[in-house]
């Protein structure tokens, strides 16, 4: 009956929200690497522009990742460029708060960063994919170092406050698990003949064997105890040397268990192409990037520079800018093409005279809110008792996410973790917070994974991208929807001006997407300089 | 189940108004307009709704003359405005991860901030007027 169609389907639909919220971190992570970015980079390799007409000139507004690969390529190919910045750094969201550093967020409050000397957080872009083909590109071009950035480390932990008595899992346990479970499942399903519509008889034969090899399945093909199924999730007492140094074979959970847990929407954090080994980071964190590009371009920048209109003609683009320093004095810059890269929730507030499209455009991209809070703590505990080197451990509780350092490794003193990445209304809720109590909150969370949180913490900052006055947000987020009525207006020239940045990319929130935003639009607007000759 | 929504009950009770402590993402869904103001809007509008200033700015909210049009601001709270995320529920969409708040939380918050913050309009909006107005057309593609 149609009644009782509806009432189960609304139990199911319960279900799976349930499942939702318990382990939600993971899911809604899961769900976000299946909306949509599994797209390659279309980065081609060095830009070549060349017949750059004499004279022709550049202003190019934000010195992010966008705004700085735009003035090194144009720069090179003979346009004279001028770049504002309205912070007094160079990097944008390319930024790694260290020890010393100070960073005031709207509203006022401002954090000192107490971080011993080396360590650091990186509060926006953390990783590169080795597939971010332009990333990779200027990080080598520019002689930054690399390290790996490991994504998936099998002895962090999957954990859901409402499973296992709160008590974090290991991933390896949880991937051998279940892994192990759906093999046993689908071998019995292949011996009762239920897969004979789909599979030839010599087929199933292979498959039983593939079943056996990825579920450490027994000869009986049973997902049960043993050195096979221990060797996949670990032993009770490892083996070791001499005397007593028998393996004790451990226990895997229960199926029944194991799903209701949740936890499995952990698993395949690393399967999403953006996650797929191996990806980077700068060492020294992510800001170097940045900080190399600013010293490149030099006196090329003009930094504390607070954009309040733009305007073009015939002649060229006028921008008018305030020094943020001493804000009465206005004053302008002016040049035949200009490459706007500032993020949509400011731009959408300052006069610009471009067509209606384009100003729609830039009013429907609403950004992120996310979180990230650096934690110092008196030793690397995480380390010392809980053998975790890097990685990410996942979590249903509201800081989602703790990021172990990928490096200095087993050096004594102190150590910083990422305590909390939040995005959504759990970091509306966080940015509602001062930042003291962010940290604070952030610390209480992570005791109920990590006790040791409570007797080591040391002192921690926390960055709300709500409230970064250079961005008001994190990032753009689109839809489908909004892609189709607005993504090409917000990418075409409008007379002399263009945008570029991940807002301009599908490769959104990530650095890649500004840098490939960046190189197509120089790219188009070489072109158009080109067509109009030496002088605008 | 039956012990985890008893804890959500419980997270929602213990969502103090004036001190913006944290409430679950399930538990969203029982705050109040006070409270949204407090848990979420606060974010970026500032305590006491001052607005801030940046590169860009958020609008003060307090005494603020566009607030005369009750469907200027559930407008602005359903579908968002400029880089500001929607927070409707998306048309045709079924409720999920409790991203959203309902029609009558919209409600809510359109009068708290329509009554406080030296805005004395006095129009009561119900669930069903903002149900009537347009909501987002679809679901927020999150981060990485």
Not at chain 1, 119 to 132: F, K
Not at chain 1, 432 to 453: F, L
Not at chain 2, 34 to 45: K, L, M, S
Request: charged content about 20%; proline content about 5%; some cysteine.
């Amino acid at each position: 009956m149609e009644n009782g169609d509806r009432s189960n389907s609304l139990s199911r639909r319960q279900l799976l929200q349930m499942i939702g919220s318990t382990a939600g971190s993971a899911a809604m992570y899961q769900a976000m690497s299946s909306l949509g970015f599994a797209a390659e980079s279309p980065y081609q390799g060095p830009i070549d522009l060349q017949g750059a007409p004499k004279g022709a000139s550049v202003l190019i507004l934000g010195a992010g990742m966008a705004g700085m690969t735009a003035a090194y390529e144009l720069r090179s190919a003979g346009y004279k460029v001028q770049v504002l910045e309205y912070n007094g750094r160079p990097g944008g969201r390319n930024w790694t708060l260290r020890g010393g550093d100070r960073y005031t967020e709207m509203g006022g409050l401002t954090q000192q960063c107490e971080f011993d000397k080396d360590l650091y957080i990186n509060p926006g872009p953390w990783r590169i994919p080795y597939h971010h083909h332009g990333m990779m590109h200027y990080a080598k071009r520019l002689g930054i170092a690399l390290e790996p950035f490991l994504q998936v480390n099998y002895n962090a932990y999957i954990h859901s406050s409402q499973a296992f008595g709160g008590k974090p899992q290991r991933f390896r346990e949880v991937k051998a698990d279940y892994q192990g479970h759906v093999a046993e499942l689908l071998a019995k399903a292949t011996r009762q003949n239920s897969l004979d519509a789909s599979v030839t008889k010599e087929d199933q034969e292979i498959l039983l064997e593939s079943l056996r090899e990825w579920g450490a399945l027994d000869k009986n093909f049973a997902y049960v105890a043993s050195d096979a199924v221990s060797d996949r999730r670990g032993y009770e007492k490892s083996p070791g040397g001499g005397l007593s140094a028998k393996p004790i074979p451990s226990k895997p959970v229960a199926l029944r268990d194991l799903l209701e847990s949740g936890l499995w929407q952990g698993i395949p954090s690393g399967d999403a192409f953006d996650m797929q080994t191996a990806l980077f980071q700068p060492a020294g964190g992510m800001g170097r990037i940045g900080e190399a590009f600013g010293r490149e371009l030099g006196p090329l920048i003009r930094y504390n520079s607070k954009v309040i209109d733009i305007h073009q003609d015939a002649a060229g683009v006028t921008v008018t800018f305030a020094d943020t320093v001493s804000p009465e004095s206005k004053q302008s810059a002016h040049a035949d093409w200009c490459l706007c890269t500032i993020p949509l929730p400011v731009l959408a507030q300052i006069p610009m005279n471009v067509g209606q499209r384009m100003a729609a455009a830039i009013s429907a991209v609403p950004y992120a809110a996310a979180i990230k809070v650096g934690l110092q703590f008196k030793r690397r505990f995480w380390e010392e008792d809980e053998h975790i080197f890097g990685g990410i451990t996942y979590t249903d509780l509201p800081i989602m996410n703790i990021g172990y350092p990928n490096t200095g490794f087993q050096s004594g003193g102190k150590g910083v973790l990422l305590g909390a990445y939040i995005w959504g209304l759990s970091a509306m809720q966080f940015t509602a917070m001062t930042p003291q109590e962010r940290v604070q909150k952030v610390v209480e969370y992570g005791s109920q994974i990590h006790p040791q949180y409570h007797k080591e913490f040391d002192n921690g900052v926390a960055v709300a991208w709500h409230r970064a006055p250079f961005s008001l947000g994190c990032f753009g987020m689109w839809t489908s929807d909004t892609r189709a009525k607005h993504y090409e207006d917000l990418c075409q020239i409008d007379g002399r001006i263009a945008l570029a940045g991940e807002h301009a990319s599908y490769i959104g929130g990530w650095q890649e997407g500004a840098v490939t935003s960046a190189l197509d639009a120089i790219g188009r607007l070489h072109q158009r300089a080109v067509a109009q000759g030496a002088k605008a | 189940m039956r012990i985890l929504i008893l804890l959500l009950i419980a997270a929602a009770a213990s969502a103090s108004a004036d001190s913006p402590s944290f409430t679950s993402r399930a538990a969203i869904g029982s705050l109040n307009g006070e409270q949204i103001y407090d848990h979420i809007c606060q974010g970026c509008h500032m305590s006491g709704a001052q607005g801030a200033v940046g590169a860009g700015a958020y609008p003060k909210l307090a005494a603020n003359k566009k607030f005369v049009s009750w469907e200027f601001v559930a407008l602005t709270v359903l579908n968002g405005r400029n880089g500001m995320p929607p927070f409707g529920q998306p048309a045709n969409q079924e409720p999920s991860r409790a991203t959203h708040l309902t029609d009558a939380q919209i409600a809510d918050v359109v009068n708290y901030v329509r009554s406080h913050f030296e805005n004395k309009y006095k129009t009561n909006v119900t669930a069903n007027q903002v149900a009537a107005l347009p909501h987002p057309a679809a679901e927020l593609i999150g981060p990485q």
